[in-house]
């Protein structure tokens, strides 16, 4: 397939790697000269360096013999630009990143046609769908949604008083489980297993599930007997994904809370969010998480545009009483240490809308992934369309 990708920024140089890897022909635009560079050092793709919203630039990227177009600019409305002039041209399909809530509510208002695009990827609702799915399957460390949200991937970390400890996976008879569900992978001290009917899970593993989504409460209750839905929930940061989570939220748990230290801005989202209580100030301050009632809260969730104060503000709410905490990064290191430092999950919306397109690329359905560890390439490959 010929793919022209608008973007040489995260999103869109993961893109150009991998899709060019599986044999596709991709054109890169990017107009920072710089990066435009950095990108043709390290990708084997055509950099080509200017304006993707320029005609003559789209033309040189041979967009009228392109299939498709990914615009993933820093800028909405190039994006949106970009995909009306590929159609245009001819390009049957075409995919913008669009992170204003604004635009995507006129979007979803008017319907994707009107502005020339197949679909409107928005990493930080995106995000925000991935923390409302970690939240609704507690104790899960990571999610993901196949076959339109009615196949789930739950992963669990096993203790000792788990009831799956010692039974051999052969064993796990329907007329015992009624609501189905397979364990695709465990890993186990950091290797990766698939496991067969002669494996059995340990104290220690964590493990790896697919279920059909009428499954999930049921096996949450076998499980992880002793954990339960939250009922108390602060959110740190009134960024994007920070005020979907909560509207997401909010009439799904009995208490939410969102902390933001910019004051003008905590005011002005309290107007928009008429059950969520909004509290101005840091959240690396203890005595602002005490305000919260941080002692009762059973997820801190933190999603402030500031990497290093979410995962701070998680490592001290966890260890002022906080049962599970989540933080949003675009870090890729953070995700190799939060397990040192006692943070639930982390999710990296960057990489998470990446995985979005190539679903989407690939012929699949859109679905909400959140970070999975190294045996990703292997659970994956188990997973149905």
């Known amino acids: 397939m010929r793919l022209v990708i608008c973007g040489a920024g995260v999103i869109g140089s993961n893109l150009a790697?991998?899709?060019?890897?599986?044999?596709?022909?991709?054109?890169?635009?990017?107009?920072d000269r710089r990066v435009a560079l950095k990108a043709s050092e390290k990708l084997d793709v055509k950099v080509l360096v200017g304006s993707a919203s320029q005609p003559s630039v789209l033309e040189l990227a041979?967009?009228?013999?392109?299939?498709?177009?990914?615009?993933?600019?820093?800028?909405?409305?190039?994006?949106?630009?970009?995909?009306?002039?590929?159609?245009?041209?001819?390009?049957?399909?075409?995919?913008?990143?669009v992170?204003?809530?604004?635009?995507?509510?006129?979007?979803?208002?008017?319907?994707?046609?009107?502005?020339h695009v197949n679909e409107i990827i928005n990493p930080d609702e995106v995000a925000a769908q991935a923390i409302?799915?970690?939240l609704a399957a507690p104790g899960s460390r990571e999610v993901a949604d196949f076959a339109e949200d009615k196949v789930l991937l739950r992963s669990f970390d096993i203790f000792s008083d788990s009831p799956l400890i010692g039974i051999k996976l052969k064993d796990l008879k329907a007329k015992d489980f009624p609501w189905p569900f397979l364990v695709v992978a465990i890993n186990r001290n950091g290797s990766v297993i698939i496991p067969g009917g002669e494996n059995t899970v340990e104290d220690g593993d964590r493990?790896?599930?697919?279920?059909?989504?009428?499954?999930?409460?049921?096996?949450?209750?076998?499980?992880?007997?002793?954990?339960?839905?939250?009922?108390?929930?602060?959110?740190?940061?009134?960024?994007?994904?920070?005020?979907?989570?909560?509207?997401?939220?909010?009439?799904?748990?009995?208490?939410?809370?969102?902390?933001?230290?910019?004051?003008?801005?905590?005011?002005?989202?309290?107007?928009?969010?008429?059950?969520?209580?909004?509290?101005?100030?840091?959240?690396?301050?203890?005595?602002?998480?005490h305000e919260?009632?941080?002692?009762?809260?059973?997820?801190?969730?933190?999603?402030?545009?500031n990497d290093h104060s979410n995962l701070v503000s998680a490592v001290l709410a966890k260890k002022m009483g906080a049962k599970t905490a989540v933080i949003t990064t675009n870090q890729p290191e953070y995700v190799g240490i939060v397990g040192a430092l006692d943070i639930d999950a982390v999710i990296n919306p960057r990489l998470l809308a990446t995985d979005q397109i190539l679903r989407f690329v690939r012929g699949g359905r859109i679905s909400t992934l959140a970070t999975l560890p190294e045996c990703k390439a292997e659970v994956l490959e188990l997973l149905p369309e």
């Open 207 to 289: 493990i790896y599930v697919i279920l059909p989504k009428p499954s999930l409460p049921e096996f949450l209750t076998f499980v992880h007997p002793e954990v339960r839905l939250p009922r108390k929930v602060v959110i740190y940061g009134a960024t994007n994904t920070g005020v979907s989570l909560a509207m997401s939220i909010e009439d799904k748990v009995k208490e939410v809370l969102l902390l933001e230290e910019n004051r003008s801005l905590a005011e002005d989202v309290a107007g928009t969010l008429s059950a969520v209580r909004v509290i101005s100030g840091p959240a690396s301050e203890a005595d602002i998480l």
């Open 17 to 31: 790697r991998h899709l060019s890897g599986e044999g596709h022909e991709v054109n890169l635009i990017e107009q």
């Open 62 to 97: 041979d967009i009228a013999e392109a299939e498709m177009v990914i615009a993933v600019t820093d800028s909405d409305l190039s994006n949106l630009a970009i995909c009306s002039l590929a159609a245009a041209y001819g390009t049957r399909s075409r995919i913008a990143r």
């Open 292 to 305: 919260c009632g941080i002692e009762a809260t059973d997820a801190f969730i933190a999603v402030s545009a």
């Open 132 to 134: 409302a799915k970690v």
């Open 99 to 115: 992170r204003s809530m604004g635009l995507n509510d006129v979007i979803n208002r008017f319907g994707r046609a009107h502005f």
